[in-house]
């Protein structure tokens, strides 16, 4: 089966809320291997140990702290990383 994704997120700009859970890190790691830029947004980890810490994914991707429910931080976000896409 050909690889549906492999050409459709390269060099795109893709935000990611909840990086920094176990969900969200697997998504940005794939992401990233894909070849799209990637701002993840969230809380911080949740646990020590975890799965963000533990794959050095601020080392990869642009890693900003924040509270989806503060809206004009997020406003903040959109319009400085101008997303092509968002997974929330």
């Given at each position: 089966?050909?690889?549906?994704?492999?050409?459709?997120?390269?060099?795109?700009?893709?935000?990611?809320?909840?990086?920094?859970?176990?969900?969200?890190?697997?998504?940005?790691?794939?992401?990233?291997?894909?070849?799209?830029?990637?701002?993840?947004?969230?809380?911080?980890p949740?646990?020590?140990?975890?799965?963000?810490?533990?794959?050095?994914?601020?080392?990869?991707?642009?890693h900003?702290?924040?509270?989806?429910?503060?809206?004009?931080?997020?406003?903040e976000?959109?319009?400085?990383?101008?997303?092509?896409?968002?997974?929330?």
């Amino acid at each position: 089966m050909e690889n549906v994704f492999k050409d459709f997120y390269k060099e795109k700009k893709v935000l990611v809320t909840g990086h920094t859970g176990f969900k969200g890190s697997w998504l940005s790691i794939w992401l990233n291997e894909l070849g799209s830029e990637v701002l993840g947004f969230s809380l911080n980890p949740p646990t020590e140990p975890n799965h963000f810490s533990l794959c050095h994914l601020s080392d990869r991707i642009q890693h900003v702290v924040g509270d989806i429910r503060d809206f004009k931080h997020v406003c903040e976000v959109f319009a400085s990383f101008k997303p092509d896409v968002v997974f929330i």
